[in-house]
Structure formats: structure tokens, C-alpha cells
């Protein structure tokens, strides 16, 4: 996959889009800085093979507003991101940047060799910027530097624009098909029977969730063609909902495909195990899974219980143990959250089915706040944000959050990095109609999002359609 | 034409509040209604009727533009032909205990409500041959062809009941009940029309300045809270059920009750229905106080009243105090009042009639030579309403008239029943509540009622000083 890379040419291309051409000679100051701090950080590193690095502490005591100095960040990490791997893998840990000071994601730290601390100040008229780089293996700081720039006040108005300049492209919609009204969720999973064989259409196999059934599709001459489908019964107690609300939840593990489905109208959430064709209810539990998570070398199935009959989660996180395709009850852990409408859990990138550690979680709670918790489990701060009720994170490297919007025919996508944990937000686009759902997944070669959108222009619920649609990145390999 | 025809539930349409924005889910509504006697169903009043709608469910619901919903099946079948209704239970329902609502508590509660006396089961009683059950299905064989029959199950009384005391079946169950002072219900979590938006209800009999809903009389324009006119108004009559009362008597009670209506500002009642229906004025002469005085000073009258009208108690004592006259009043319950009726004789019954404007004419003095003339009910009566019903169907409004004029002279000199007042209603709630619809019967229906988080309702603190104030 290509990463996106914010060079100091490319961001001036950006800076004559937005229409402000008069100011392109004046960046030179903040991007020539850049480049300083760069070349110096990089120079440090030229002599040393397989450091992994990431900035941890950032702090601007200059004169540029916060989002200048975001902008500076992000253009030295693009730079940084850019060296050879074999000789420097620079990671962004960045959350949230906000009152000067920038917030990072550190429950990884032990997978760093060196830290960087950076911290921007005003020198008369220049700007400067200190660098500091400790090495976790020496335990001392091994490299400090002080780099200073003329920059003039039309180059901190330049740096003060917002910097979403490309939001507009990077994600799009691919595909799009009708769907049924009350799909509760989607899931794609690689055919056990074509594990390997990626690449080709038949790769994946599709399962739709509605209260009463999961259908499972597969892909055949460039459609969907059903596979089978699998009655739920649910039984007593049974809670009648106005909004019915569920998750499906999949995972391999020791050769079988697990499954789950929970709801917001019966308590208890089910969990099958496909094998050879064979569905088989292995257990029910008290909360709704949502995804396989490793934490300190141990598998848990993760998720949180719907309040009864409602449309939220209630306050609390649930981890269950999973050792060798069996839930452990008894050693449960769980963790206070606010209730919330949605929640994904994200892991390293290029691994799922829960092999991989668990780097962040994401969640809209009921005030619809987007909030953050680190691989630890603890809340981070982030920039307070309003957004909508549909969130999902896939492989560890993209998370999908709707708009706070109550128009029917209107609603947007978000697009946040959030690659080892750290939370960037890169890409917005405007889709027509309302996301009810948003869901990790697959659609023949490509990986992105699922998003089940409900269009409703009259606003008359018989006149209602529902659309699946897939969005993928145009530049992804 | 097809001999079957087969009639899809119209469920209620609330699915449309899905968006990136979720409905909101919490928060406690006050309500303003008369105190209940009790958490049985009988409904007596149009706050009773109100009251007991968030306790006990319909098997149908007749909304206010003609569409029949239903919470409790999943679909129903009539067959012409075979005069049968087939009503398919929904799976996996229950009342508020967790207990099934299955076929057995639908032919139960279908059982109970034929029971009742009011007009709905009379008709039905008539139609209805016998029930049966067949897995989820409730198979109910009609004596003759009705197809208006779905229609007559709509009727409010019509609910679903366990058979059992404190297990209910509509949205909310009590949770907490200080005499004289509220009711707090709560939401039942197995509701099958699905768990309301509101986390609960409070509902409060004193007077407290600004409740979230309230039913007063129509045309308040107030500022802060939306009117919902459903038409409806509420009589309320003089009976004397065992008819051995004299003139005098009855017509010094009934004066003296007019003064008193009148010292309440409460509007008189010179029809038995409404005056811009009835074809029938009745000029009733009152009494004078002195001749009323001198008639009842020495009589020892127990007058009974239902309790819907406990409102009144305390101005009617103080009023007759005044006056001077030792008149004995007794509040009962609607389902003892029967009972009661059976063992002793009632000859003085202060009661209450609901009605809905948009009910034609005749049905409303049907229900209420039906619901009112107890064991008054006579042949001719009966003569009267079959020969009422055959004209109905002559289309000749004159006629009709002519009948129900005829009907009405036979009730005011056969001296069963004299009506006293009126009171109209409208029902407000505040503006920060959403999604509130009345039904053809002038019933809020809570279930798609919330409150909205963006204009949330005014700052408790004031309800709090109000509520301190009004115990005091």
C-alpha cells in the first residue's frame, strides 16, 4: 500500500489550489525549517540500519497557531516516513494536537529504539525549532540541535489555512448494490476454501446480517450469488425494539471460522463455529462481540453489551478471554466507558482474525463525541469533535467515522490514519443519503469500507432505499 | 370478487429514524391526569382512558387517519365466506413479568372485554360464535358476515390482559405510587411495540404549574406547548339505576348538583350528547335552593360517584357544607360498581361519558341507553335500537333523526338518566417533546414520544420549587 506522502512540494501544490497563490513564495520559511529539521533527524540516522523511531513529544512555543504547527509536524513525519525502511521506519503516534502541545499514543513505546522530542519557539523574528533524540537502548539522549528560519508573516498565514487540502479524493465509492431494509451488518471473510488465493473474486465470501437470518454470498462473474443461509432463532427472552441494532463479528482460528451475532433485542449474543461445512453454536454470551484482539500475547473476544430494547452500548468494555476456541468467563475483564453508539478496536496493520496486538480503540459515544483509547485501554485525549453514530476501523491503518448530520439526504465520510495508533484525519467525502452502518471489509482484490447507507429524500419511510456501498483507496495496492 | 381477503398489519412506521444521527433514547415526561383507583383496567374518563394506554396495549390501534396497526400480530385474515378471523400472534412476546403473551391470554382478554358493558362489546357479542387457537393463530368463527369486524376490535377497552394483578402488557409498568401525589411508571422492557424512547413517565395529580402534558380545555395558545384537538368531550349524568326515586328527588338533586357545576365554572349540559349535534334540547327545570333544601334536609340520600370524578370531592363537600344539606357521598371504582350494584340498590350514581365528536349521533345515544340504563334496559329499549339500526341503513338523515329524537324523549321521561355538564378537552404537551400522535380516539400514543436532546425541557430546578410548593 502507498502511503501519502506530504512533501514540501506536494503541500505548496495544495496551498495553489486552495487559491492562494499570492502567499506561495512566502512558505518557503516554515517548509525550508522543515526541510532543516528533516535533513538533521535524518543525518543523525544515516550510519544506523533497522532503528524504529517515532516523535513523542511536540511542543510549540512559537508564534504559530495550532494548526500551523500540526502542518509542520505533519510535513517533517511525511519526510521522515519517506527514508529507506531498512535503514529508518518512522512512526506517527500523533492523536491529537491541540493548546500547543501535541498528544501521543505511547503504549507502544516499547517498540522504539529512539525518541524524538521536538519544540518550536520564537527567536525575534525567526523561527526555531529543538531537537532532541534519546535512545531507549543507551538510555541517554544521543543527539540535540537547535535550526532556525526567517519566516514571515505571509508564511504563517499560508501555514494557518486548514489542512485538509485533499479531502475530496483519496477514498470512493467502487461499488455500490441495492440491499434490504434492516441489514444489521456486513462482513467480508477470505472462502477458508480459497485461503491464499487472493486476488480473485471468489476470495472472499460475503455474510449479511438481518435479525432473523445471516445470508452468506459469494462472487461469481461479477455478482452476488447466495451460498447459504443460516436461520437465527433467537427465543426468550426477547426485547421488541423500534430500532433494531445488531453486530456480526467473524474470526479464523484453528482452522475454523468463528462467528457471532449480537443485538440490541435479546440479551444474549451467539457464537457459531463453521467447520466443514457444519454450523455449530459453541457458546452465548452476555455482551455483543465485536472483534478478536490480542492484548500481552492472550486472544480476546472484545465488545460491549447494548442497552436492552435501545440503540447504544452500555458503559462498559468487555475483553473474554478466548484460549483454544473457548471463552473464559471467570477471567473476563472489563473496562468503564461512557455508553456509546459505536465502537470499533484496531489492530496492527495487515493482520486480523486476532493475531495481531490491539493499537487503539474508536467510539462515538451518546453525546456523539468521537473518543479514543490507546492500546492500554486508557482513554487519550483528542480535539473535541462531533460526528455520527457509524464508525469502523480496518487493518490497523484506516478508521471510517460518519457526520454529525440529522438531513436525511446528506451525511459525509471521515477518513482517519490511525497507523500504530496514532489519528490523523486525511479524507472527507460527501455521500448522498444517511450511513446507518459502517463495516471493515473486502470487495474482490481491494480492501476499505462497507457502508450501508439509507436514502430517504422524501422523508417518507415507504419511499426509503438502502444502498451497500464499498469504498476503497484508488491509489491502495 | 375474491372470496379472501387478506388484510396486511400496518406496522407503525418508526424504522425512519435511523440517520448518522440516532434517535434519543432517555429522560422522564410528567403528565397531568386524574388518580387512577387502581391499576385495573377501567377506564372510565378520558384521563383514565389516557392513563391506562400506557399500562395495558390495544389488540388494535385505529389511528386518526383510518390506518389499523397492531403491536400484538402479525397479520390477520378475514374469510367471507367461512365468516372467520384468523389473527396471528407475533413469536416470543411477553408481559411485563417476562411471562408469554400467547393465544390463550389473547382469547382471555378477547373474553374479559365481551364482558364489559359498553356498546363495543354488545355489538361484538352479537357477531362473535366462538374462538379457537391453533398454534400461534387466534381463529374466531362470526356468527354472519362482518366485515367491520376488524374495526370493532379496535375499540380502546379492547387490551391485552394476563388475568393477573400487576402484569401488564402496554409500554410502561407502575413503579411507584404516593397517593394524591404521582405515579412514576417505568419503561416495560418487553413491551411488543418495542422499549419507548422515554426512560419514563411521571404521572401527577396535583397541580403543578407546568407539566410536560396536560389535558385541559381547548384553545389555550400557549406559547411553549402544541394543542391536540381530538374532539373529545366528556359528560357527565345523573342516573338513578333503580328508578324508585320521586320527581321530587330526583329533580332536587339534580339541581343542586347544577349549582354546583355552575359554581365550579363548569359548562351545563342541556343535551345528552353535545349541542352541536343533538336534534334534542332538554329544558329541565331546577329547583330552588330553598325548595331543594327542604327536600333533601331530612332525606339521608347517599349519592355514589365514580371515582374518575374524585377531582370534584373536595369542592362538592365544601359546596354542600355551604349549603347546608347532609347529602352522603360514596366514591367507587368502575368494576366494583357493578358488583356492588348486584347486592345493594344504587339510586343515586354520579358517571361519566367520553365521547369523540367524530362518532355519528346515534352510536353515541346507543352506548349510552347500552352503558347507562343498567337494569333499566327494557324491551322497548331493545325495540328502539334494532328499529334505530335498521334505519340507519335507509340513508335518510331525517329519519334518523326522527329516531334518535324519539330515543332521547323515552330516556329523559322514563327519568333513568339527566345530564349535568360538560367538560372539553384538548391535549397539550410541550414543544421539546417529539413524535407525538393522537389516535381516532383522541389517545396519545407514547411509543414513538421522545424528548428532544437538542432542545431539552426547561431547567428542572423550577419543577422542583413548583413541586415543593404544591405538597405544601
Same mark, same amino acid.
Given at each position: ?67 500551523? @504547527? ?7 513525519? +511525511? ?8 535503514? %529508518? ?22 517498540? %522504539? ?15 526555531? @525549532? ?12 544521543? $543527539? ?14 499560508? $501555514?494557518?489555512?486548514? /489542512? ?13 448494490? /441495492? ?43 461479477? +455478482? ?29 482460528? /484453528? ?48 465488545? @460491549? ?62 453525546? $456523539? ?19 455520527? +453514530?457509524?464508525?469502523?476501523?480496518? /487493518? ?67 419511499? @426509503? ?13 | ?76 385474515? #378475514? ?32 373474553? =374479559? ?14 357477531? &362473535? ?37 400487576? &402484569? ?13 401525589? #404521582?405515579?412514576?411508571?417505568? !419503561? ?22 407546568? !407539566? ?5 380545555? !381547548? ?31 330526583? =329533580? ?74 347532609? =347529602?352522603?357521598? &360514596? ?29 355519528? =349521533? ?48 323515552? &330516556? ?46 426547561? !431547567? ?13
Amino acid at each position: 500500500m502507498k502511503k501519502i506522502v506530504f512533501s514540501g512540494s506536494i503541500f505548496l501544490l495544495i496551498i495553489s489550489f486552495l487559491g492562494h497563490v499570492d502567499h506561495l513564495c512566502y512558505a518557503r520559511g516554515v517548509d525550508e525549517l522543515t526541510r532543516k529539521v528533516s535533513d538533521g533527524i535524518l543525518g543523525y540516522f544515516a550510519d544506523k540500519t533497522n532503528t524504529r523511531t517515532a516523535i513523542v513529544k511536540f511542543e510549540n512555543f512559537s508564534d504559530l497557531s495550532d494548526q500551523a @504547527a500540526q502542518k509542520f509536524y505533519q510535513v517533517l513525519v +511525511s519526510s521522515l516516513e519517506s527514508s529507506p525502511p531498512s535503514q %529508518l521506519v518512522h512512526i506517527d503516534l500523533m492523536v491529537n494536537f491541540q493548546k500547543k502541545r501535541g498528544e501521543f499514543n505511547l503504549n507502544r513505546i516499547d517498540r %522504539l529504539n529512539y525518541l524524538i522530542y521536538i519544540k518550536l519557539i520564537k527567536h525575534r523574528d525567526k523561527l526555531g @525549532a529543538g531537537v532532541a533524540i534519546f535512545s531507549r537502548t543507551l538510555d541517554k539522549l544521543v $543527539y540535540i540541535q537547535y535550526f532556525e528560519e526567517n519566516v514571515s508573516a505571509g508564511d504563517r498565514e499560508v $501555514y494557518d489555512v486548514r /489542512d485538509y487540502g485533499f479531502k475530496g479524493t483519496g477514498f470512493s465509492s467502487l461499488m455500490e448494490i /441495492d440491499a434490504d431494509k434492516n441489514l444489521l451488518d456486513f462482513k467480508t471473510v477470505i472462502n477458508p476454501d480459497n485461503a491464499g488465493n487472493t486476488g480473485k473474486a471468489e476470495t472472499y465470501r460475503y455474510f449479511f446480517y438481518y435479525p432473523d437470518k445471516i445470508d452468506i454470498f459469494v462472487m461469481e462473474d461479477n +455478482s452476488f450469488k447466495k451460498f447459504f443461509t443460516y436461520q437465527l432463532d433467537w427465543g426468550r427472552p426477547y426485547f421488541p425494539v423500534l430500532n433494531k441494532e445488531g453486530r456480526l463479528c467473524l474470526f479464523y482460528h /484453528d482452522n475454523g471460522l468463528y462467528i457471532s451475532v449480537g443485538s440490541n433485542f435479546s440479551p444474549l449474543a451467539r457464537i457459531f463455529r463453521l467447520k466443514d461445512n457444519l454450523w455449530k453454536e459453541i457458546a452465548a454470551v452476555d455482551f455483543t462481540p465485536i472483534k478478536l484482539v490480542r492484548i500481552n500475547q492472550n486472544d480476546y473476544l472484545a465488545g @460491549a453489551r447494548y442497552d436492552e430494547g435501545k440503540n447504544f452500548f452500555r458503559e462498559t468494555l468487555v475483553l473474554m478471554p478466548f484460549v483454544s476456541g473457548e471463552l473464559d468467563n471467570t477471567n473476563r475483564l472489563e473496562k468503564r466507558v461512557p455508553s456509546f453508539y459505536s465502537i470499533d478496536f484496531s489492530t496492527a496493520r495487515g493482520e486480523e482474525n486476532g493475531e495481531a496486538p490491539l493499537e487503539s480503540i474508536h467510539l462515538i459515544d451518546r453525546d $456523539y463525541n468521537y473518543r479514543f483509547l490507546a492500546g492500554d485501554l486508557e482513554e487519550r485525549a483528542v480535539e473535541p469533535v462531533k460526528r455520527g +453514530s457509524s464508525l469502523a476501523a480496518f /487493518d490497523g491503518s484506516w478508521l471510517a467515522v460518519s457526520d454529525y448530520s440529522t438531513d436525511v439526504d446528506k451525511d459525509k465520510l471521515y477518513f482517519y490514519k490511525i497507523e500504530e495508533g496514532s489519528k490523523r484525519l486525511v479524507y472527507e467525502n460527501p455521500i448522498r443519503g444517511q450511513a446507518v452502518f459502517i463495516s471493515p471489509g473486502a470487495w474482490k482484490d481491494r480492501r476499505g469500507f462497507w457502508v450501508y447507507v439509507k436514502r430517504n429524500e422524501g422523508n417518507r419511510e415507504e419511499y @426509503a432505499e438502502y444502498r451497500l456501498q464499498f469504498w476503497s483507496k484508488k491509489n491502495d495496492e | 370478487m375474491s372470496k379472501r381477503a387478506k388484510i396486511i398489519v400496518i406496522f407503525v412506521a418508526l424504522a425512519g429514524l435511523i440517520f448518522a444521527i440516532k434517535p434519543y433514547y432517555g429522560g422522564e415526561v410528567t403528565i397531568h391526569l386524574n388518580e387512577p383507583a387502581n391499576f385495573n383496567y377501567t377506564p372510565s374518563d378520558y384521563s383514565n382512558l389516557v392513563f391506562y394506554s400506557l399500562l395495558y396495549e390495544n389488540f388494535f390501534y385505529l389511528k386518526a387517519n383510518g390506518d389499523i396497526v397492531s403491536n400484538i400480530f402479525d397479520n390477520y385474515t #378475514y374469510d367471507k365466506d367461512q365468516r372467520v378471523l384468523v389473527l396471528e400472534l407475533k413469536e416470543d412476546l411477553s408481559f411485563s413479568n417476562g411471562s408469554p403473551i400467547d393465544t390463550g391470554s389473547v382469547v382471555l382478554s378477547l373474553k =374479559l372485554f365481551l364482558n364489559l358493558k359498553v356498546e363495543t362489546s354488545f355489538k361484538l357479542r352479537r357477531i &362473535i360464535k366462538r374462538t379457537q387457537t391453533e398454534k400461534n393463530k387466534v381463529i374466531i368463527h362470526l356468527m354472519y358476515d362482518s366485515t367491520d369486524i376488524v374495526s370493532l376490535l379496535t375499540a380502546p377497552e379492547l387490551v391485552i390482559l394476563s388475568g393477573s394483578d400487576g &402484569i401488564f402488557s402496554g409500554m410502561f409498568q407502575p413503579v411507584e405510587w404516593e397517593r394524591n401525589r #404521582y405515579i412514576r411508571l417505568a !419503561p416495560n422492557k418487553y413491551y411488543p411495540g418495542g422499549r419507548t424512547y422515554l426512560d419514563g413517565v411521571k404521572v401527577i395529580f396535583y397541580d403543578f404549574y407546568y !407539566p410536560d402534558m396536560f389535558l385541559s380545555k !381547548p384553545g389555550l395558545n400557549d406559547s411553549e406547548f402544541l394543542e391536540f384537538n381530538a374532539g373529545i368531550y366528556q359528560n357527565i349524568y345523573l342516573g338513578f339505576p333503580q328508578g324508585k326515586v320521586s320527581t321530587n328527588k330526583r =329533580l332536587a338533586v339534580y339541581s343542586l348538583l347544577r349549582d354546583f357545576a355552575e359554581s365550579v365554572d363548569m359548562t351545563p349540559l342541556n343535551v345528552l350528547t353535545s349541542d352541536e349535534e343533538s336534534p334534542v334540547t332538554l329544558n329541565i327545570k331546577s329547583l330552588s335552593y330553598q325548595r331543594v333544601r327542604a327536600i333533601l334536609r331530612r332525606s339521608r340520600i347517599q349519592l355514589y360517584i365514580v371515582a374518575s370524578l374524585k377531582e370534584i370531592e373536595e369542592k362538592l363537600e365544601v359546596f354542600l357544607e355551604k349549603r347546608g344539606i347532609p =347529602l352522603e357521598t &360514596i366514591y367507587m371504582n368502575d368494576n366494583v360498581l357493578r358488583d356492588f350494584m348486584n347486592n345493594a340498590p344504587i339510586q343515586y350514581l354520579l358517571m361519566v361519558k367520553v365521547f369523540n365528536k367524530r362518532i355519528p =349521533l346515534e352510536e353515541k345515544i346507543k352506548r349510552i341507553v347500552k352503558e347507562m340504563s343498567f337494569n333499566r334496559l327494557d324491551e322497548d329499549y331493545l325495540k328502539m335500537l334494532n328499529e334505530l339500526e335498521e334505519v340507519k341503513f335507509l340513508n335518510n338523515d331525517e329519519l334518523l333523526y326522527d329516531h334518535v329524537s324519539r330515543l332521547i324523549e323515552k &330516556i329523559v321521561n322514563d327519568g333513568f338518566l339527566l345530564p349535568l355538564f360538560q367538560k372539553k378537552y384538548s391535549f397539550y404537551t410541550g414543544k421539546w417533546i417529539k413524535g407525538i400522535e393522537l389516535d381516532y380516539y383522541g389517545r396519545p400514543l407514547f411509543q414513538g414520544m421522545r424528548l428532544d436532546p437538542m432542545s431539552r425541557p426547561r !431547567p428542572k430546578a423550577g419543577e422542583n420549587a413548583a413541586e415543593t410548593a404544591a405538597a405544601k
